[in-house]
């Protein structure tokens, strides 16, 4: 069974920054792609960074040159995906879940071809003004 736990989630002033984790119970190397989405109560869960089984990323034009995704690829972090969030402002606030899938799934193209079949239970991110 196929476990994400997501961790990291903070409040913080504006421009600041946090890293989000997700630990995976079957390493982050066994999936097709996996990324994290943000969801508040006003709009929809959206997809911000995604990366597949090749590290290709994609990020959501409103974080783009602000977060980053990366993987964890030594020792026990090989189990980690981690997003990077620097210049934090209010709108970045919401619910960020950790998703993957193993159906085919590429970042060539763009993070609106991010695929979630498995997903953690959220962490939640306060931006405050």
């Known amino acids: 069974r196929v476990q994400l736990v997501e961790s990291g989630g903070d409040s913080v002033q504006a421009g600041g920054s946090l890293r989000l984790s997700c630990a995976a119970s079957?390493?982050?190397?066994?999936?097709?792609?996996m990324g994290w989405f943000r969801q508040t109560p006003t709009l929809e869960r959206e997809a911000v960074a995604g990366?597949?089984?090749?590290?290709?990323?994609?990020?959501?034009n409103s974080v783009k040159g602000r977060f980053t995704i990366s993987k964890g690829d030594e020792g026990n972090e090989r189990g980690t995906l981690y997003l990077q969030m620097n210049n934090l402002a209010p709108e970045d606030s919401g619910m960020y879940y950790c998703?993957?899938?193993?159906?085919?799934?590429?970042?060539?193209?763009?993070?609106?071809?991010?695929?979630?079949?498995?997903w953690g239970r959220g962490t939640q991110v306060t931006v405050n003004s």
């Open positions: 079957a390493g982050v190397y066994t999936f097709s792609c």
């Open positions: 998703a993957a899938t193993r159906e085919a799934c590429t970042m060539r193209i763009g993070i609106e071809d991010l695929r979630a079949d498995y």
């Open positions: 990366i597949d089984i090749e590290d290709i990323e994609s990020y959501a």
